[in-house]
């Protein structure tokens, strides 16, 4: 089914690898000494696709694990989907133990299957938080500005986590003395209809996960980060500011901060009590969520067909991803910006936090937004269930056939899973980047690009996506 291409550099088989894992390994690891292949035969490009397989694992458990949180047991449909992601999982590492496989198709199959898993579980979750906490709806929500009360800055993508935490200040009859604010992909809570009823959910603070040092340092409330992404003292001194205010949640952690544990959050809420009032945020910004994929269907979705049938709409672009610290990433803003006013731009996860304070508009004679912000990064299935659903619809057989353009922000494993889940479903043509993940070496990249098309951007918006931005 697969293959390496015949083109490929030979060269790139001798990039250096490091493979520890087994006892016949060479002193230091194998590789290290510029061997070609470790002793049990493991070449790098085998090795390379084995790091692939369990960073992919690692998205992966991190969606089972929220989806886990919100499952019920007792539901036997509920159970069933649970599974099907476990069983990958468990065989995907069983797949990398030493002497188990060295057949390059064979692991290609296995990245799909982890692929395709995270389709499950992008779906799995997505229907879990619909059924926990209602279909999101389109949602404005205060930027930056804080009430003078005392506060919770809540950071993560543990919408679950937020629900009880509102319940139980509810509970104590501390709604009008405490309230909570949203912090990077906590964002999208503000549009789910059972959160969005706690008065006392008031606004978002800062933007990614990487300006939480600036932003925790300033806000003298109480802070939960219930998810990665968290940054510990190690890297930022300015962490020690804010660390006796800091409080992690399940497997989240810096030495320092405080756990919740058991889901009490009484000690949260009494050391809220005794910091003083917020102060200091005070910007009138707005910004837009809550496009969860069955919202976007049920009030634009024919709309949007008519727009593209009527030559309304002519491209949509999904421009999404993680963010992280450095000018590179601003590519991806001045692609937004660079858009045609009669083109549709979808996004997800942290990275919109690159152009989300942007007003784009409307698509011109439509009253179809030009900004639909999906969610959550495990909200990113949706952008493949409106392309499907909107190729179905126009008689399209082909998804990669439809006007899109994909350009995507990766930084840690998440993306990794959902990058699989795309290709496990055959979609082409996409762009990453700032840059190549460093775990991909040339014999890889070759196949990736041959087999899917897959890019790396090239940082001028017009080389890469001049022809898609002029039409
Ligand atoms: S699994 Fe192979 S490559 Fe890895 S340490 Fe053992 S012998 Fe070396
Ligand atoms: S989208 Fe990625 S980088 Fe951003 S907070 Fe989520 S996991 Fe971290």
């Not at 001194?237 to 544990?261: F, M, P």
């Amino acid at each position: 089914m697969f293959g390496l291409s015949k083109k490929r550099d030979k060269k790139s088989v001798e990039l250096p690898f490091l493979c520890w894992q087994c006892e016949m390994s060479a002193p230091n690891g194998c590789g290290t000494h510029g061997e070609e292949k470790g002793v049990c035969g493991k070449t790098a490009t085998k090795a390379r696709l084995q790091d692939l397989i369990t960073y992919g694992l690692r998205g992966l458990a991190a969606y089972r694990e929220h989806a886990r949180e919100l499952a019920d047991l007792d539901n036997p449909e509920d159970r069933k989907r649970l599974l099907e992601i476990d069983d990958v999982i468990g065989e995907s590492l069983y797949f990398t133990l030493t002497n188990v496989n060295f057949n390059f198709d064979e692991h290609i199959q296995q990245l799909m299957k982890i692929g395709q898993a995270g389709v499950k579980v992008m779906d799995l979750l997505s229907d879990l938080h619909v059924r926990a906490l209602g279909l999101p709806q389109p949602t404005e929500v205060p930027q930056n500005k804080a009430e003078k009360a005392k506060g919770i800055l809540v950071s993560g993508h543990n919408l679950l986590m937020l629900k009880k935490l509102l319940q139980r200040i509810e509970e104590r009859g501390l709604s009008d003395k405490i309230y909570v604010y949203t912090h990077s992909e906590m964002l999208p809570a503000h549009a789910y209809p059972e959160l969005k009823r706690y008065k006392n959910l008031k606004g978002n603070i800062g933007k990614a996960w990487f300006d939480q040092t600036e932003i925790f340092a300033k806000w003298k409330g109480t802070i939960v980060v219930n998810t990665n992404c968290i940054v510990p003292p190690e890297k930022s001194s300015k962490v020690n500011e804010y660390i006796d205010r800091l409080y992690t949640y399940k497997v989240v952690g810096v030495e320092g901060a405080k756990k919740i544990e058991n889901d009490n959050f009484d000690p949260l809420i009494d050391h809220t009590l005794q910091l003083p009032d917020i102060e200091g945020f005070e910007s009138d910004e707005k910004i837009k969520t809550g496009h969860h994929y069955l919202t976007v269907l049920d009030f634009y979705g024919e709309k949007i067909l008519n727009a593209i049938k009527e030559g309304k709409l002519k491209r949509i672009w999904v421009i999404a991803g993680c963010d992280a610290p450095g000018r590179a990433r601003n590519y991806f803003r001045e692609l937004a910006l660079a858009v045609p006013k009669d083109h549709l731009i979808i996004t997800s996860s942290c990275g919109k936090f690159r152009f989300n304070d942007v007003d784009f508009g409307f698509i011109p004679g439509t009253d179809i937004p030009r900004y639909i912000d999906l969610g959550q990064c495990n909200d990113s299935n949706g952008a493949v269930h409106l392309a499907f659903t909107v190729a179905k619809a126009l008689g399209i057989e082909d998804v990669n056939k439809l006007p899109v353009s994909i350009a995507l922000m990766w930084m840690e494993q998440k993306a990794i899973l959902i990058l699989l889940a795309l290709l496990s479903l055959g979609i082409k043509d996409i762009y990453i980047g700032p840059r190549a993940p460093q775990f991909l070496n040339e014999d890889i990249y070759n196949f990736l690009k041959e087999t899917f098309n897959l890019k790396v951007i090239s940082g001028d918006i017009y080389k890469d996506f001049g022809k898609e931005l002029a039409a």
